[in-house]
Antibody, heavy 118, light 108 residues
Framework: EVRLVESGGGLVQPGRSLRLSCTSS????????MSWFRQAPGKGLEWVGF??????????EYAASVKGTFTISRDDSKNIAYLQMNSLKSEDTAVYYC?????????WGQGTLVTVSS | EIVLTQSPGTLSLSPGETATLSCRAS???????LGWYQQRPGQAPRLLIY???SRATGIPDRFSGSGSGTDFTLTISRLEPEDFAVYYC?????????FGQGTKLEIK
């Protein structure tokens, strides 16, 4: 059974950093790209970015809204994808989801809430 | 950036009826890169359809997708109580990946 579990969310002050983790199981993690999405309270879905598998260079792409402040990485030995979020702003408040990516996202974690507030 | 516009914003139907949800793109793209997701309150989204018309694993055949170019449709036949949720279309063929704003399917 494919399982994705996000962790690391919480309350953080504006300007601070936070790192989210996505621990995966039930599939060969290294064979897949991984994506991050977010959903602000009461709003729709927004793509944050993704990281390709090592077979495709392990390269990343980001939404314009987070480029330069968020970084996605992966540790294939631990089956974990990370989302490093720096210089957080109130508008980054959202539930953050990681997904297994095949272009589309066929498996989603349950999400972790990040609240940016003083 | 490809902008996706979903209609209607809210659809009110009764169980047993058929729902037709629309997703229109600001520019044409390959139907290979169009997906539909269902999100129930308090839950993560769930993939229903990929490649415009292929059902994801475990999705009942009451759900069907169609379309090409700039116009795509999700059809849900014989609505069940658990189908009342928000539905999003997504294009994943070009960066940035984008979603429609969602259609809320509510019980009439």
């Amino acid at each position: 059974e494919v399982r994705l579990v996000e962790s690391g969310g919480g309350l953080v002050q504006p300007g601070r950093s936070l790192r989210l983790s996505c621990t995966s199981s039930g599939f060969t993690f290294g064979d897949y790209a991984m994506s991050w999405f977010r959903q602000a309270p009461g709003k729709g879905l927004e793509w944050v970015g993704f990281i390709r598998s090592k077979a495709y260079g392990g390269t990343t792409e980001y939404a314009a809204s987070v480029k330069g402040t968020f970084t996605i990485s992966r540790d294939d030995s631990k089956n974990i994808a990370y989302l490093q979020m720096n210089s957080l702003k109130s508008e980054d408040t959202a539930v953050y989801y990681c997904t297994r990516a095949k272009g589309y996202s066929d498996y989603w974690g349950q999400g972790t809430l990040v609240t940016v507030s003083s | 950036e490809i902008v996706l516009t979903q209609s209607p914003g809210t659809l009110s139907l009764s169980p047993g009826e058929t729902a037709t949800l629309s997703c229109r793109a600001s520019q044409s793209f390959s139907s290979s890169y169009l997906g539909w997701y269902q999100q129930r309150p308090g839950q993560a989204p769930r993939l229903l359809i990929y490649g415009a018309s292929s059902r994801a694993t475990g999705i009942p055949d009451r759900f069907s997708g169609s379309g090409s170019g700039t116009d795509f449709t999700l059809t849900i036949s014989r609505l069940e109580p658990e189908d009342f949720a928000v539905y999003y279309c997504q294009q994943y063929g070009s960066s940035p990946v984008t979603f429609g704003q969602g259609t809320k399917l509510e019980i009439k």
